[in-house]
């Protein structure tokens, strides 16, 4: 069974970086998935970050595409989010979430999603 | 940027009803592109339906998915007491790749 599970500091001062890491179980991330990050801010819907493949590949929101970076580092299986000069704006919950496209079935949609941690930016 | 509207926000209906939840795009787009999923306070977000009809592994098949162009709906059948909870659509491939509905509470009466 297949688990993600984001971890990180839960509150940031405005101008800092948020990094936060999925941790992966039941699969390899060199898997052929794609890797994703999906937030939400509250009263607010789901927002696309950005994805990554595990040869390093990725594709972001260009919304976010200045202030954000996504690694993946598959020795630990894991991959992880960061996120330059943030502010109230984006406190959310963040989710990591598997893009469930396989060579067999087309998906277009997140199969499996971590349950979500939440970030505040405040002084 | 298409957007994703979801109606109604808000949805009360009793155990054994049957629920009705729209999702439309501003542009139209293509059936295999369209996702529901289920959200549930504290819990990781379920994938409910892909390619706008097709059922995840393990969904019951009281929640069935339809619509084309820009007009997609959910629907679950016989409501239970575990059904209740926020929905969500979600459309792939546009830029942003993934874009959301704002979602639709679905709440007992």
């Known amino acids: 069974q297949v688990q993600l599970q984001e971890s990180g500091p839960g509150l940031l001062k405005p101008s800092g970086t948020l990094s936060l890491t999925c941790a992966v179980s039941?699969?390899?991330?060199?898997?052929?998935?794609?890797w994703n990050w999906v937030r939400q801010p509250p009263g607010k819907g789901l927002e696309w970050i950005g994805e990554?493949?595990?040869?390093?590949?990725?594709n972001y929101n260009p919304s976010f595409k200045s202030r954000v970076t996504i690694s993946v580092d598959k020795s630990k299986n894991q991959f992880s989010l960061k996120l330059t000069s943030v502010t109230a704006a984006d406190t959310a919950v963040y989710y990591c979430?598997?893009?469930?496209?396989?060579?067999?079935?087309?998906?277009?949609?997140?199969?499996?999603w971590g349950q979500g941690t939440m970030v505040t930016v405040s002084s | 940027e298409i957007v994703l509207t979801q109606s109604p926000g808000t949805l009360s209906l009793s155990p054994g009803e049957r629920a009705t939840l729209s999702c439309r795009t501003s542009?139209?787009?293509?059936?295999?592109?369209l996702a529901w999923y289920q959200r549930k306070p504290g819990l990781a977000p379920r994938l409910i339906i892909f390619?706008?009809?097709s059922r995840a592994s393990g969904i019951p098949d009281r929640f069935s998915g339809s619509g084309s162009g820009t007009d997609f709906t959910l629907t679950i059948n016989r409501l239970e007491p575990e059904d209740f909870a926020v929905y969500f659509c979600?459309?792939?491939?546009?830029?942003?790749?993934?874009?959301f509905g704002q979602g639709t509470k679905l709440e007992i009466k």
């Open positions: 979430a598997r893009d469930g496209n396989t060579v067999i079935q087309a998906v277009y949609a997140f199969d499996i």
């Open positions: 039941g699969d390899s991330i060199s898997s052929s998935y794609w």
């Open positions: 990554i493949y595990h040869t390093g590949s990725t």
């Open positions: 542009q139209s787009i293509s059936s295999d592109y």
């Open positions: 390619g706008a009809s």
């Open positions: 979600q459309q792939y491939g546009s830029s942003p790749l993934y874009i």
